[in-house]
């Protein structure tokens, strides 16, 4: 079997939640949201590598959390870029080979079937990315009108979004572009097909006030 | 001012929520969804006419939850048809003049905020459509491949989808079509500009078990 990376990228600052604290660290039902993230990846496989990409700045609140929670499990730390982009092409530094699931720090409520899914996708596609479908109409702005477009040809994209670790770093060799959004967008922009699965509408990435409120509550729910 | 009308459509059978009793009708912090979404139109404004879509077969669990709940404000009853379009054209059949929101049944977290703007939009451009943005990167499927689509032209489609009542009723004449998902994408076949503004990620609609926690908790978020 490949070897397996989590490339965990918590480099937000945390603008759009009010809130001193970088979101990543806010606690979510007793324990920081960072924590819930890479405990979901050590509950698929004990065993797995795990890079952490931060802010360096944030390196003693991590330090910090690791002790008030005993946290022991190894995790290599990267520091993170100005950007996403650059914060995970840095942390690609310490992946070696295999394959990589690339997973946002702020998406705690992944699970192992969705992580372990990836795995064996990418294991045989090169690459995949999980997506859900839309449960909302959706429409196309054009200038002073809108225009309603087949829902069912689009994909909203979540992470993991998990590579072979040798197409993903040679993909973010090329020049950074706003554009790129995500991992997928930078290995279509390398020429490679992207691969999507079956993500899960619990997988929420938290980024507004009211997400907080829905993955605490998606959290006691899946506890009971 | 121009006349308001709410049509409140809750056709839908529930197949995606396991339950029995059609999903409109599943208890929310003890009280049924249908109800708190007829009651954030009171709130908005106590004298403004409701009308209620629902199928035939379900009007005696309507009258059971107006006796239980000690609901008396006067709503128009109307029978639904086959398919959310049908619904909405017999809903329309009971709605005079001036604005109409037509709105889901299952969005019960509406706020008078929202509702509001859609009255007052509406009667500027003939047509407000509750709109949010994508909080996730989205790609278009194409065959074996997808492509990365920018999402900053795209919108998630909520209601209420707030019209002029001369502009909709006459639109809902067209031929029914399986592509025409909401009653946007009916004004946009008969020629309309579709106007959208901006909704909320709180106004949900509940399609989904996970669904109804996040309802749930968002509700009492809110009551506090």
Redesign the interface.
Known sequence: MARETALIVAGGKGTRIKSALPKQFIELNGKPILLHTIEAFIRYSSSMKIVLVLPEDDFPIWSAICEKFKFEFPIELQKGGETRFQSVRNGLQKVEDGLVAIHDGVRPLVSEDIIGASFRLAAIHQCA?A?VR?????????Q????????S??????TPQTFNVDLIKKAYEIKEDP?L??D??VA?RAGH????FEGS??NI?I??P?DL??A???ME?RGR
Do not use: W
Request: net charge negative; proline share 0%; glycine share 0%.
């Open positions: 990315i997506a839309l449960k909302e109409s959706i429409r196309m702005t054009d002073d009108n809108t225009k309603a477009m087949d829902r040809r689009f994909r909203l994209i979540q554009s959004t995500d997928a967008s279509e097909i992207v691969s999507l509408y619990e990435k980024t507004t009211e409120i829905v605490a509550a998606l729910n």
